[in-house]
Structures are given as C-alpha cells and as structure tokens.
C-alpha cells in the first residue's frame, strides 16, 4: 500500500518541524482529508530517511498546531472540521432577538435571581470586612471565613465537606482547568465518558492532554471498557459526572462508583469527579469524594444554582494537593476576586435563596414533565429535575440537519459533536436544555418546533 510521503526539500528548518509543516500544507491542500489517517511512523521515517523520533516530534508538533489528532493504540489522524463548542453554539453574538436558546445549559430564569443580586450587591457595599477584602490581597486559596460559609452552604445541599480542604475558583470550568494544568504533564492521558462536558474536553486540550473515550450505558460509564483502558494504558486522570452527565443525564451506579474506586486504586489514577449540574440531595448517589477522598478532586460551583455570572467554584483536593493547586491558581490570578465571594456569601445566607433554589428544583422537575410528555414516544435521556433533555434521533435521521431547520425557524439545540471525545463518530442525538428558557410557554413553543421538525421528513441533509 503506498503512503503519503511529504517532501521535505522546500522547507527549511528543524526536519520535524518541516514534517509538521508539510502535514499542514497537505491538509490545506486537501491531500490529507479529514478523519485520513497519517502513516505508520516507522514507516514515514524510512521513507523520509529521518529516524521515528523525528516523525514523532513532527506529529506531536502538528497535533500542538491543532491539525491532527493522536488516538490511544490507533494513530494519528487529520482532525475533523472544528465544530463549535457548546459554549459558541449557546454565545453566537448574531442572534436574532426572538431565537429561543437552549443551547446553553442554565437554571431557569426568575425575578428573584437578579433581586437576590442586587440585595447581595448592596450587603456588600455597606460591609467594612467585604471592603477590606475586596482593596487587598488574600490567600490564593480563598480567605478562610468564606470557604466557611461556603462550607456551610454545601453541606446544606447535601455536600459536606471541610472548610480547610477547598480553594475557591472562579467557576467550575476554572477548578477543572486548575486540576488538569497543575496535575497533569502535556501528553499524559485523561479518561472520560466518550460523551461528556464540552468544557472539559477544551481544558484537557488548553493542557495538552491526550484524552480517552470510555463507553457507557444506562448505568454510566462501563467498567469493563475502563478496565481495557487500563490494562492497555491507564489514564493518569478520569473526568466523571456521575450523577448527572452533560449531556445524556446518565448517573453512574452504586456499584460502578466502588468498581470505579477500586480501578482508580489498583492503578493509581487521580479521579475529578463534576458535580456542577445540581440535582437535588435525593436524587445524587454517593459522592465519589466520599469513597476514595485521598485521589478525589470534586469541582462545585455557584452557576446552576445562584448564577452563572458570579463565576464562583469550590474545588475540593486531597490535602497534599492543596499547596501545589494553589500554587497554580495564584501563576494564574494570584486569586478569584473577594468582592465576587462576598457577593455569593451575601446571597446564600438570604432566605430569599432557599426559596429561589426551591422554586428551581421544582420548575425543573415540571420542565421535564413537559418535556417528557411533548416528546413522548422519542427515546429521551433526562434526570426528573436535571436541566437538559437528550433526544435520540430515530433511525435514518441526521442531527445537524435538524439543528440546522430548527435554527431556521428560531430554536437552538447542539446536535453531539462537540460533546464527542477523540474522534469516535457522533451519535445522532440532540441536547435540549429545558433551564434555558424564560418560561414554560416558551419551552412549550420550543418543544413543540423540535416535535414538528422531527416528524417532516427528510431529515436527511436538508437543502437551504
Ligand atoms: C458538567 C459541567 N461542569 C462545569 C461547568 C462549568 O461551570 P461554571 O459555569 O461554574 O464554570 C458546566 C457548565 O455548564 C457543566 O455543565
């Protein structure tokens, strides 16, 4: 079989670089198309007369440039076409102002949101500890009363969890990124669900991190194929959302949650587990924190329960951990804004919070209801007070052709690739989040569009 051989001559330069070079320039070409796997290296590199650890290097450097990707025990291969993200598809500034968005996975909007905002707003002004705070520099870890506080209000959520063993982020996606980039080294590898968190998968590529698809089931991700993983290459890190993920609403079983443990001790793995898709006390199984907290990393935060611009995390680690992550967050902003925790502590000490998140977690479970009823029939993946609905597709049906209709007529969903880790093909699936809309009769409206779209055949490619 012949092999795609660059020649190197024209380019100058370091000889792996020339070979990253010329993967670019072939991709630009589109002599190597997308989803193309690169050659075996040894054989590229007697092609080429360089030895493997050229070819290597070159590959590793196209792979940096963002060209190409390294698969786990498969090779290398031309990157797909990049696809948004979520958070592009939820953000795209040329929206027309009657679009419903549920693309962006948040808690239903309310009055008493941005009430209880101002309130904290104003607390803060007229508290002489909050203007001190907020004029001075403090510990990267967060002062030592608001992880109290903080503390406090997890373990009123059903979270308990010590003041001393947090540091305060700013956001979840900030504490994930903190985990990957202090703990990890370039080129070591993480595992996750094969569909998962979009944010997650962007913080282990910022860390030049290879990442790893495990597949799940109804029960979450499957033991046995991490056991494979493991055997073949264990992941230095396992990204999980057990009790809700994003975007299937899948919740990881008791008994996986031991057998995931034992893994991740037989084979010294760290485990971050995300529990920032709130549910409710009732409806979460074990914290993984609780049965393995010597290598369990757990990232909260304030977005889905107060708001998603307050841009507060809580990020639990193994005490050892807590110095070096730390140290990582003051090289990034020496520390998250005090005025912004004094805020989120103003808020979460006002009854009108308890009474928000009630009204939240009721909402929700009458979205789903709603969402449940309207799209009966469909094959639907939901928690009863999670904020995202996920629609397997029927048979013969293409995902990003309905995106793309239901744009057409005013609704935003995200269709799976950007939830895809590797580059494993997207199922045929739509993430719908219910939270997002202003209300009920709008998430009506929504529902019943995606309804009408599903039905009108073709949803094969559609032709604009
Ligand atoms: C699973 C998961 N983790 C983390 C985040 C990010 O949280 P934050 O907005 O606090 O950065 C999100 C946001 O949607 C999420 O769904």
């Given at each position: 079989?012949?092999?795609w051989?660059?020649?190197l ?30 050659p075996?290296?040894?054989r ?8 493997v650890?050229?070819v ?69 002004s ?23 506080q ?9 979270m ?32 996750a ?6 944010g ?61 443990v ?19 006390d ?16 757990f990232?909260?935060?304030?977005a ?20 070096q ?12 804004p ?42 639907l993946?939901?928690r ?19 995106c ?5 007529r ?16 997207a ?18 409206k ?19």
């Amino acid at each position: 079989m012949t092999i795609w051989v660059p020649s190197l001559d024209e380019i100058s330069g370091p000889r792996y670089r020339a070979i990253a070079n010329a993967i670019g320039a072939a991709i630009t070409d589109g002599v190597l198309t997308p989803g193309e796997r690169l050659p075996p290296q040894r054989r590229l590199a007697d092609a080429l007369g360089v030895t493997v650890g050229t070819v290597t290097r070159g590959y590793a450097e196209a792979e940096h440039n963002g060209w190409v990707v390294a698969r786990v025990g498969s090779g290398t291969f031309v990157k797909q076409p990049a696809v948004p993200t979520s958070f592009d598809m939820g953000l795209t500034p040329d929206d027309n102002p009657g679009m419903i968005n549920l693309g962006l996975s948040l808690p239903p909007p309310h009055p008493l949101r941005q009430q209880a905002l101002s309130d904290a707003l104003s607390a803060v002004s007229r508290s002489p500890t909050a203007l001190a705070r907020g004029v001075s520099y403090l510990d990267a870890r967060g002062n030592k009363e608001h992880r109290q506080q903080l503390a406090e209000w997890l373990e009123g959520l059903g979270m308990p969890l010590a003041a001393d063993e947090l540091l305060i982020t700013q956001g979840g996606q900030h504490g994930i990124s903190l985990v990957l980039g202090t703990l990890l080294r370039p080129g070591e590898l993480m595992a996750a669900d094969a569909l998962t968190y979009p944010g997650a998968i962007s913080a282990a590529q910022q860390a030049h991190l290879k990442m790893v698809g495990i597949a799940f089931d109804e029960e979450g991700m499957r033991m046995d194929a991490l056991e494979a993983q493991c055997a073949r290459q264990p992941p230095r890190l396992i990204y999980v959302t057990p009790d809700q993920n994003n975007p299937t609403g899948t919740c990881l079983s008791e008994t996986r949650r031991q057998q995931l443990v034992a893994l991740a001790r037989r084979y010294d793995i760290w485990l971050l587990e995300d529990g920032v898709q709130y549910l409710p006390d009732a409806q979460r199984g074990t914290p993984v924190y609780q049965l393995a907290p010597e290598r369990t990393l757990f990232v909260f935060s304030t977005a889905k329960v107060l708001a998603g611009g307050l841009r507060i995390g809580i990020l639990r680690a193994p005490t050892p951990l807590l110095e070096q992550l730390a140290a990582g967050l003051r090289a990034q902003s020496w520390m998250v804004p005090p005025l912004m925790v004094d805020v989120a502590c103003h808020w979460i000490t006002q009854s009108a919070a308890h009474t928000l998140l009630e009204w939240q977690t009721e909402e929700l479970a009458m979205r789903q209801q709603l969402a449940a009823s309207i799209l009966s029939g469909y094959t639907l993946g939901r928690r009863a007070h999670g904020s995202n609905v996920w629609l397997t597709l029927p048979e013969g049906s293409r995902a990003v052709a309905l995106c793309e209709r239901l744009l057409n007529r005013g609704v935003k969903v995200s269709s799976a690739e950007p939830f895809c880790v590797g580059s494993a093909p997207a199922p045929q699936a739509i993430r719908i989040c219910i939270g997002a809309a202003v209300d009920r009769q709008v998430l009506t409206k929504a529902l019943m569009m995606i309804k009408e779209c599903l039905v009108q055949p073709p949803l094969a490619p559609i032709t604009v």
